[in-house]
């Protein structure tokens, strides 16, 4: 893997009557950053929200963002390419509670 690309593990929650990036959920990755999406679990349509969810919330265009595992799980791994530097710092924010 090249030292620009990070890996983000992810719990993906579809059918939310709220969309929302944050929190922190131990799944098979080790802890994941939980992304709550409008779109229903199907066709990939929750997968695609969660991609562009997990974009917008980073700061990173959506075309970096890509899913590495988990098309039809809740946990998936993003892989994000090239990967800003802040991105740690940011994504560490994201999964502390409120």
Known sequence: MADDTFTVAVRVKPGASRARVGGRYDGPYGPALV???????VDGRATEAARRALAEALG?????VSLRTGASSRDKLFQITPAPPTLATHLTHLLTPL
Do not use: G, K, L, Q
């Open 35 to 41: 992304i709550a999406v409008n779109a229903p679990a």
């Open 60 to 64: 990173v265009r959506p075309a970096t």
